[in-house]
């Protein structure tokens, strides 16, 4: 009796040794696992030290700034920033536009008005790059009706905003209500940041290459990519033509050597020839020129040394011919 008494006490020791590991070996893990950063629960940079946590005000000090602020104006909120990975959190709907154009980054901040206690603004400053690219979405997203401005290169006013370019700069300053006449708090913000922000000479472009009879006034565009639905063709410079009531399209565009320029258009004529277009004889006095006809409309597109240049919406072959022999004459300039 005696030795089962010790044979059982003896078991019961054993067992109490195993499950004493076992929680040994449990707790060991979860302390493993709390010790290392787990991305789904925490947020990357929560435990950072001081001096890494501090990297983004000084990427703030060095984004341009509107300071000193013009007179009466104050900062309602801080300065966000915004990159490629989070663009859409501020621009839900457009960040595609921005991204295909080169977009770096953006500052937004908000602002008030001493004097309109019941107005503020809000000012987007997107750096895209280089001029360029600014250019590109400046006159892709230009409002109807709008006053130009000539505080900038390309710089215009709606009721309530002040819409610019600044070397590598997009910026729109845009406020909560409209302003009354002459009152523009938005127009002088826009003077403070050109006069403050440092900015490299704008990039010669082809809008100057674009003849100007018939030249809709700010119709100058410029396609960052993907132009006329055609993959591959980027960086394209439109402009609108009005001809006996009817409104046709220019477009040219540099590309890297006379051969991709060759290429280009070629691979682009195959493109309307897929779609239905069927190409037509009686072409104008231009070397390597492409005449056809799209969906009731004539296209005529052509190369120059390293440009791609053409007219597009033609309501006539005769008018797509003479507007396309003007862009030829120019080139030749």
């Known amino acids: 009796m005696i030795q089962k008494s010790k044979n059982s006490s003896r078991l019961q020791t054993i067992l109490s040794m195993v499950i004493l590991s076992i929680l040994l070996i449990i707790g060991a893990g979860i302390w493993i696992t709390q010790s290392q950063f787990n991305p789904a629960v925490l947020q990357k940079g929560a435990f950072l030290p001081k001096a890494t946590q501090n990297e983004k005000s000084s990427r703030l000090s060095s984004t341009p700034q509107f300071l000193p602020l013009p007179e009466g104006i104050k900062p309602l909120t801080e300065a966000e920033i915004f990159d490629a990975g989070n663009l859409s959190d501020k621009i839900d709907g457009k960040a595609e536009l921005y991204l295909s154009a080169g977009f770096t980054r953006l500052v937004s901040q908000r602002f008030k008005d001493d004097g309109k206690a019941d107005m503020w603004m809000e000012a987007f400053v997107y750096d895209m790059g280089n001029s360029q690219n600014a250019f590109s979405v400046f006159s892709t997203q230009r409002r109807e009706g709008s006053e130009t401005l000539d505080l900038a290169e390309n710089a215009y006013r709606t009721p ?29 913000m826009a003077e403070t940041f050109v006069q403050n922000t440092p900015s490299e000479k704008a990039a010669l472009n082809e809008s100057a290459l674009f003849p100007k009879e018939g030249l809709v006034k700010n119709s100058i565009a410029l396609i960052a990519s993907n132009a006329f639905g055609f993959d591959g063709l980027d960086k394209i410079y439109t402009a609108q033509y009005e001809f006996k009531d009817h409104s046709l399209m220019a477009y040219l565009s540099r590309r890297g050597s006379p051969s991709e320029a060759k290429e280009m258009a ?8 897929s779609f239905g277009g069927k190409e037509l004889e009686g072409k104008p006095d231009i070397k390597d020129a492409r005449l056809i006809e799209v969906l009731d409309t004539y296209e005529l597109f052509f190369w120059k040394g390293s440009y791609l240049a053409g007219v597009r919406d033609a309501a006539t072959a005769d008018q797509a011919k003479m507007l396309a022999k003007r862009l030829y004459d120019r080139l030749k300039e």
């Open 266 to 273: 070629v691979a682009y004529a195959k493109f309307l020839l």
């Open 160 to 188: 309530n905003a002040v819409f610019l370019t600044h070397g590598r700069y997009y910026v729109e300053i845009i406020a909560s209500k409209v302003f009354e006449q002459g009152d523009h708090p938005a127009k002088r």
